[in-house]
């Protein structure tokens, strides 16, 4: 049976229907509390006026009723009629709960803050909007639910508001409700208010869609019936018993077809949707193997959103095939179970008052936003994550063990990397997409099996944001590289300060303790010491400024010219000496000291990027071994090693010898050197040498900076046809 969602506005609808509409699905709620509600919002709402010239109790009644629609629970129904009488009628909170319970309340009030507050820019009242709506999210996902339908009707009434209001408010929910009901699962709602959207946003379009698909619409009525009495014939052929409907698509989702692909309406063919329903999984299948031998399928229009389903629920079988009079038509099966989570998403789970029956783990993605929500994102960061980020889709990869991800299109192994995990992300190096190296940049398709390659010694880089497509992965960089630049400036804004104070006779320590300090504090708006001393580092604050803000300094006339020239010419030099830091000869820093001499092991040749451990040598210094060494797995004098660490601002090229197994071809050698230059690796030697069994061994000895560049090498070698294997050595 069809969910025929329709969320027309209703100007006649009542307390009766309401209560026939429910007891159609949940015959045992708690219809005194309904009574109740109706009649509270009703005596609240009294001698309002909507913009239509309608008494205001529609409003609310409506919004009832369109949660009626997605059978969601009796709390739900209730706050829907309660929604506004908090803002709009000076009603408490606290008298909500006392008459209709906390849930209600809890709703009520969750809705309220979300359209409370009032922002001067588009942008920042669109981000703190939907900061308070992770929120309320966060410990009711219903309040949300309760919101599209409102929005709903609000969109379904937006005609009678001023032009300028319309655009606003359609752009909004563009932005901000479509993704949002698109990640919920609610894909009935998603498709009515992208089409609203649509009318408001660009009425010409809209109209004229409307037109030509109305001119079409006898024709097209006979169509569907032929296509749906053929595919019951063949059905019935093979004793399947199913439902079936046809449509139109959707408005919105035409007009995106022509933008995409640049056409007019009449080059659009495939505009028809067909709907088959059956009973359990085994006939979903096997309903598609009738299809595709009744009509021709189109190539690489087949998705499998059963064996592997969208991150909000969905499942169904989508193929797209030529159907009577070569016209494409798109065909999707899936059982009653599935349509209902189709149509309802979340809000299907809401079973009488189970609330989320399946469990909150579908619902990990509201912990994500309200994650982010806490970090220091801009409104810009913020907005980004809504309208890119939560309508995700297209892309489906596999964990080596075969779990799945779900990617927006264009990710990169990067995204998949942060996706698993924020650590996992930092500490990538390298990828294998279907057992292949790939670059980081690589554009991963559905079905490709990703596995990431981490190092201990690996962190992210300013350059990792050009490589990331979807908005958390670069947000969690650029945080893990202002945490960095923060830890930093602290510390150079710490010893900074510090040196002042010794000029003048005191130190930060006795400072804090006098109540002049707090003055600091507030004359150049930090909270702490920290921040001070972040501000410092960074510049924005000069010691200088500090010192003459005390006035014990003051008055014992301690700043003198010769002094404050001191602190100046300090924190230049300090800061050149930062800077500096880093650059020093060696490649590896050996537990902070200095003057050692440092020298790499042959037998294991560590590079950038590879876990790495220092060992005392009589003589000779230092050795750096890689992690993995054999020869120090099987050192038995472990109080001769010592903690090292690469110096990632080391600028220079290391030698690796990597071997590569080909088959034994002509050119293979010009072929494979040509290669590794077109990605600017240098060659230091090459040796090549013909193998019994018509294969070609070449050892080659590159010149790479650290581990993801030989990653990166061995990824452009592998992709060549000829060769069979390429290994480190």
Not at 44 to 71: C, D, F, M
Not at 89 to 107: D, L, M, N, R, W
Not at 553 to 578: D, F, R
Request: with cysteine; net charge neutral.
């Amino acid at each position: 049976m069809y969910l025929q969602l329709d969320y027309s506005h209703e100007r006649d609808l009542d307390l009766d229907e309401l209560i026939r509409r429910v007891e159609a699905y949940y015959p045992d709620a708690d219809f005194v509390q309904l009574r109740k509600s109706y009649a509270y919002a009703e005596r609240a709402h009294k001698g309002q006026k909507r913009s239509s010239g309608e008494e205001y109790i529609i409003h609310p009644i409506n919004v009832a009723g369109t949660l009626i629609k997605l059978r969601m629970d009796m709390d739900s129904i209730v706050a829907g009629l309660l929604h506004d009488v908090v803002e709009d009628c000076g009603i408490s909170p606290q008298e909500i709960e006392k008459e209709f319970g906390k849930e209600v309340a809890q709703i009520v009030v969750g809705l309220t803050k979300i359209s409370k507050i009032k922002f001067k820019t588009k942008e920042e009242s669109q981000a703190e909007n939907f900061r308070n709506m992770v929120v309320a999210m966060a410990k009711d996902i219903r309040v949300i639910i309760v919101k599209l339908a409102d929005r709903m009707h609000n969109m379904r009434t937006l005609q009678y508001v001023s032009d300028e209001k319309q655009k606003k408010i359609a752009q909004e929910t563009l932005d901000i409700f479509v993704p949002l009901a698109s990640r919920l699962g609610i894909n009935s709602v998603k498709g009515e208010l992208e089409d609203l959207c649509l009318r408001f946003l660009h009425p010409d379009i809209y109209y004229r869609l409307a037109e030509k698909v109305a001119m079409k619409k006898s024709e097209r009525d006979v169509y569907i019936k032929d296509v749906i009495d053929v595919i019951e014939e063949k059905l019935l052929e093979y004793g399947m018993k199913s439902a079936l409907k046809g449509r139109s698509k959707h408005f919105f989702s035409i007009y995106k077809k022509m933008m995409a692909r640049g056409v007019d309406f009449e080059q659009i063919q495939d505009i028809l949707a067909f709907r088959v329903l059956v009973n359990n999984i085994t006939e979903c299948y096997k309903v598609l193997g009738i299809v595709h031998s009744s009509f021709t399928p189109i190539p690489g229009r087949f998705k499998d959103y059963i064996a592997i389903p969208k991150v909000n629920g969905y499942q169904s079988l989508h193929t797209t095939v030529i159907g009577p009079k070569a016209e494409r038509i798109e065909i999707q099966i899936r059982t009653d179970d599935m349509d209902e989570v189709a149509e309802t998403g979340v809000a299907a789970h809401w079973k009488y008052k189970e609330g989320l029956a399946s469990g909150h783990q579908k619902l990990d993605w509201v912990q994500e936003l309200l994650e982010f929500n806490k970090n220091d994102s801009t409104n810009h960061e913020m907005l980004n994550v809504v309208k890119n980020d939560l309508d995700i889709g297209g892309v489906f990869v596999f964990t080596p063990k075969g779990d799945v991800r779900e990617l927006r299109y264009g990710a990169t192994p990067l995204d998949f990397a942060y996706a698993i995990h924020t650590d996992v992300g930092h500490k990538t190096v390298g990828s294998k997409v279907n057992g292949r190296m790939v670059p980081l940049r690589h554009t991963l398709k559905s079905g490709d099996t990703v596995e990431i390659l981490t190092s201990k010694s690996q962190s992210p880089s300013k350059d990792w944001l050009n490589l990331v497509k979807s908005t958390r992965a670069k947000s969690k960089i650029k945080q893990f590289l202002l945490k960095i630049e923060r830890d930093s400036n602290k510390e150079l804004g710490k010893e900074v300060l510090e040196k002042a104070f010794r000029l003048f006779g005191t130190s930060f320590k006795n400072l804090k303790k006098t109540p002049e300090w707090e003055s600091v504090y507030k004359e150049f708006s930090v909270a702490n010491e920290d921040d001070l001393y972040i501000q410092i580092g960074s510049g924005k604050i000069s010691p200088k400024d500090v010192v003459e803000e005390i006035p014990s300094l003051k008055k014992e006339k301690l700043i003198e010219p010769s002094k404050i020239e001191e602190i100046n010419s300090y924190t230049k030099e300090l800061t050149k000496k930062v800077r500096r830091k880093s650059n020093k000869d060696n490649a590896v820093i050996v537990d902070g000291m200095e003057d050692l001499l440092v020298r790499m092991a042959k037998c294991c040749n560590p590079i950038p990027g590879d876990p790495i451990v220092g060992y005392i040598t009589r003589g000779r210094g230092i050795t750096v071994h890689t992690g993995i060494c054999e020869r120090m797995s099987n050192s038995v004098d472990v109080g001769r090693s010592i903690d090292v660490q690469w110096n990632t601002e080391f600028s220079f090229k290391h030698p690796v010898n990597i071997r590569v197994i080909t088959h034994d071809k002509p050119g293979i050698l010009s072929q494979i050197s040509k290669t590794i230059n077109s990605i600017d690796v240098n060659i230091r030697s090459a040796m090549a040498k013909s193998l019994p069994d018509r294969k070609g061994s070449f050892i080659f000895e590159v010149e790479v900076k650290d581990y993801s560049e030989l990653l990166k090498t061995i990824g452009a070698i592998e992709s060549l046809e000829e060769v069979i294997s390429v290994t480190r050595i």
